[in-house]
């Protein structure tokens, strides 16, 4: 639970930290533009990477489930259900 409330957080801090820098720098100087198609890239480009990562972990922990749960696995022992054989 720790580690998903520290990958929550992480996640959350590279989301909020660049949105945060933009706000603040708008009123530092008021003769320069920013050219919001860069500023989108870069903040697409943040996004898939946090998108890829939490795909791969998610896709990495189904495969992962898949195989330690399997039937045929020799360490797999049957429930209580299902050796009673009461469903």
């Given at each position: 639970?720790?580690?998903?409330?520290?990958?929550?957080?992480?996640?959350?801090?590279?989301?909020?930290?660049?949105?945060?820098?933009?706000?603040?720098?708008?009123?530092?100087?008021?003769?320069e533009y920013l050219d919001r198609r860069v500023v989108i890239w870069g903040l697409f480009y943040r996004l898939m990477i946090v998108?890829?990562?939490?795909?791969?972990?998610?896709?990495?922990?189904?495969?992962?489930?898949?195989?330690?749960?399997?039937?045929?696995?020799?360490?797999?022992?049957?429930?209580?259900?299902?050796?009673?054989?009461?469903?």
């Amino acid at each position: 639970m720790k580690g998903i409330i520290g990958i929550g957080a992480m996640l959350g801090l590279l989301v909020i930290l660049p949105s945060i820098q933009y706000v603040l720098a708008a009123g530092d100087s008021a003769g320069e533009y920013l050219d919001r198609r860069v500023v989108i890239w870069g903040l697409f480009y943040r996004l898939m990477i946090v998108a890829f990562t939490v795909g791969t972990v998610v896709s990495g922990l189904i495969v992962w489930l898949v195989l330690r749960f399997r039937e045929s696995n020799p360490k797999a022992t049957p429930t209580s259900y299902e050796a009673s054989g009461s469903w």
